[in-house]
């Protein structure tokens, strides 16, 4: 049998699997199935190198801090497709960090998650149809369920089960301005800490900074409120590093800065409440 023309039905057939690989793999991704995502991705770049597939996979590598890995693959889709706004994007996320816009960052940039550069949402440009026989994809066991952390009741922090997880919120602001913590937000953060250590030493704590409304003013040490709720997830991380025996990399950050704030009311009070964290711990 002659082998297929370059750029025939067999060349269509990978872009058609590969596509098909990458629209479960952002699914799984959506869903917070990073490991399903992963293997799809694998399959995906295994019947074509797509500037979509390497998106994808950068964007869930920036989400787990493996910012080199992500520079990589987003290098690589740019080598590819020079005009690839994504991976532009993403690359000028990472460079910017290396410029140190967060040089204040004391600790390794495996313990971050840049979950900003992932909040758009992603979705593959579309293949032309092609009429093909591609071989089956192979199908993923369903994800177990873990069970759900629980913690016992600490007074002024409350908990909730949300998507599988446990959120914690303190009642009243962890810190009073800046990075610098009030009295009763750091023994509120030692409790918290030592009952995570002692019901749930295997859970993975996202600790996620906020803001209250006020502008930042004058040109001071964070450039805005997101690089201040950064910096608010970053102090309480020290923090529960100093407090407790949790290892670094049992831990995520983000920032969400001023946005969706965990006290809505829009009150002077509400807003003082807003100078805090949201701790996060999933099984």
Known sequence: M??????????????LLAAAYVARATAAARDGRYDAAEALLNDALQAERSVDALDLFARIRAQQGRLVDAELLWSEALNRDASFAAAQNGLRRIRAMQRGRVAWWPFAAAAIVIVAALLFEFRPRPEPMVIVNPPPIRALPPPAQPRAVTLAAIPGI???????????????????????????????????????????????????????????????????????????????????????????????????????????????SGDTRNRTVVIRIRP
Do not use: N, W
């Open 2 to 15: 002659p082998d297929e023309p370059a750029g025939g039905i067999t060349s269509q057939a990978s872009r």
């Open 158 to 268: 409350a908990m909730r089960q949300e998507k599988g997880e446990l959120v914690a919120t303190f009642e009243a602001g962890v810190f009073a301005h800046g990075v610098t913590m009030t009295d009763e937000g750091r023994a509120l953060l030692s409790q918290l800490g030592q009952e995570i250590e002692r019901s749930a030493p295997a859970a993975h704590v996202i600790i996620e900074g906020h803001c209250d409304r006020a502008p930042i003013r004058g040109r001071g040490a964070y450039k805005d409120d997101f690089a201040l709720g950064l910096a608010r997830s970053g102090a309480v991380f020290r923090y529960l590093q100093q407090t407790t025996h949790l290892p670094a990399d049992a831990f995520s950050l983000r920032s969400l800065g001023s946005d969706a704030p965990p006290f809505a009311e829009g009150t002077r």
